[in-house]
């Protein structure tokens, strides 16, 4: 979920990855020793929207992506990145866990704190007791929203904006593709909205956001992971309510944007995409 984080300290770590990491055979995913099965799951499905984004977006990225371990984390990921949060380096790494982890584990929805038709979606989808590990798989396809968006040359406006439209691309990737995994990731991000401790939220509003991005993603990893899921949700709404060629014409929307524009100016632009983008932003 996060880019660009201390990326020079990142690198020299980096080049050392596929040391000790295993590829996958000719594939671009490395994985940690015990790993292999847990890879070749994540990079089908990443091989996947991987063709459909190249379909319609005429940039081909390259990447590679980390299926680590929590002992290879420590070697490869960002340092102050939590075991269990995906998340790309900018240089082409795409960094995922390949074990169940506390963090997961910690931001799972308690069934408790859920409505009943919530505890029901959520030990469907996620089993009894839940596990995150589909529904953050899935992020890997994030990930490489963030790997397309940079390929693309794509100013980023603001971090919000740069997230919500990575989950816009991973819904419309499963929409268009996969719709019976769609609850994978919209269960837990809807049910992770709903159960969530307000007094565990340090920040809520959108433009803190922006400004504590990195503190949100290296201290407050649960309060980030709470942002995510809302835009998720709103990712759903989103397709629901401006469908492909939606998504398509603000890709090449925000593409068209070479300079930073102020909040006013930049809300009409993504207003004037699609009146259902608009009530649907106007709504945080
Ligand atoms: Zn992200």
């Known amino acids: ?64 992506l980390y299926v680590l371990s929590p002992e ?15 998340h790309y380096n900018g240089k082409g790494q795409l960094i995922v866990a390949a074990e ?35 529904a953050f798989d899935l992020l890997a396809i994030h990930e490489l929203g963030h790997v397309y968006q940079q390929k693309a040359g794509m100013v980023k406006q603001r971090n919000w904006l ?25 269960v837990f991000a809807k049910s992770n909205i709903e159960a969530f401790p307000p007094d565990r939220l340090k920040y809520t509003a959108l433009k803190d956001f922006d400004e504590k991005y990195n503190e949100l993603g290296t201290q407050h990893p649960d309060n980030y992971g709470w942002y995510q899921c809302q835009f998720h949700a709103k990712a759903g709404d989103i397709y629901d309510s401006i469908g492909e060629e939606g998504v398509k014409k ?26 259902g983008l608009e009530k649907v932003l106007k709504e945080w």
């Open 1 to 64: 979920m996060k880019p660009l984080l201390i990326i020079s300290l990142f690198l020299s770590q980096a080049c050392l990855a596929q040391e000790s990491l295993m590829q996958l055979g000719q594939t671009v995913a490395w994985h940690s020793a015990n790993a292999k099965n847990r890879a070749i799951s994540i990079q089908e499905e990443l091989q996947k929207a991987d063709q459909y984004f190249n379909s319609w977006m005429g940039v081909q990225p390259e990447y590679q």
């Open 162 to 186: 740069n997230e919500l439209l990575c989950n816009i691309l991973l819904h419309t990737y499963l929409a268009e593709n996969h719709k019976e995994r769609i609850p994978n990731i919209l």
């Open 250 to 275: 603000l890709w090449n929307t925000l593409l068209s944007l070479k300079t930073l524009l102020p909040d006013e100016e930049l809300n009409q632009v993504l207003y004037s995409v699609h009146p």
């Open 72 to 86: 290879d984390w420590k070697k490869y990921a960002h340092p102050q990145i939590i075991y269990g949060m995906p």
């Open 100 to 134: 169940d982890n506390i963090f997961w584990k910690r931001n799972t929805p308690s069934l408790d704190r859920l409505s009943q038709e919530s505890a029901k979606q959520m030990k469907e989808t996620y089993g009894n007791p839940p596990s995150l590990m589909s």
